[in-house]
């Protein structure tokens, strides 16, 4: 199996949780940073889909770009937390290079709201006229 096609399957394998696969992948070297459609990295796949074990195998490989962007600048990180992958999220951020800062191009944070957003809740907090924000 070749270089290219080891890290579709990769890619194939973090998408569908198949841990066996993916674990079987990263023994014989397949990249854990290749991008597939929509710039997406096995990691940011396994994230979407809240397949824990598999983020941490790649997690713990020590070799994926944690931080890593897809199409719109959205990180792993973000996609486990707009989809609602507590697990996820939390192994992410147990990771030191994680950022839990960055926004994606459009403005969303991990959190998946952006800053005018947020500006939007917290003056709805402080009872404060939110229609012109």
Same mark, same amino acid.
């Given at each position: 199996? *070749?270089? /290219?096609?080891?890290?579709? =399957?990769? +890619?194939? &394998? @973090? +998408?569908?949780?198949?841990?066996? $696969? $993916?674990? #079987?992948?990263?023994?014989k070297g397949a990249n854990v940073d290749s991008k597939h459609d929509g710039? /997406? =990295? %096995?990691?940011? !796949?396994? &994230?979407?889909?809240?397949?824990?074990?598999? @983020?941490? #195998?790649?997690?713990?490989? *020590?070799?994926?770009?944690?931080?890593?962007?897809?199409?719109?600048?959205? =990180? %792993? #990180?973000? !996609?486990? &937390?707009?989809?609602?992958?507590?697990?996820?999220?939390?192994?992410? #951020?147990?990771?030191? *290079? $994680?950022?839990?800062? $960055?926004?994606?191009?459009?403005?969303?944070?991990? =959190?998946?709201?952006?800053?005018?957003?947020?500006?939007?809740?917290? /003056?709805? &907090? @402080?009872?404060?006229?939110?229609?012109?924000?």
């Amino acid at each position: 199996m *070749g270089a /290219r096609s080891s890290s579709n =399957t990769l +890619a194939w &394998a @973090a +998408a569908n949780g198949h841990a066996g $696969v $993916v674990r #079987l992948l990263l023994e014989k070297g397949a990249n854990v940073d290749s991008k597939h459609d929509g710039e /997406r =990295t %096995p990691l940011s !796949w396994a &994230a979407a889909y809240r397949h824990e074990t598999v @983020a941490s #195998l790649l997690i713990d490989t *020590g070799r994926v770009d944690p931080d890593s962007r897809s199409h719109y600048g959205r =990180t %792993p #990180l973000s !996609w486990a &937390a707009a989809n609602g992958h507590e697990g996820v999220a939390e192994s992410l #951020l147990i990771n030191d *290079g $994680v950022n839990s800062r $960055v926004v994606d191009d459009l403005w969303s944070n991990a =959190t998946g709201l952006s800053s005018q957003e947020w500006a939007r809740v917290n /003056r709805k &907090a @402080a009872g404060l006229d939110t229609s012109s924000v």
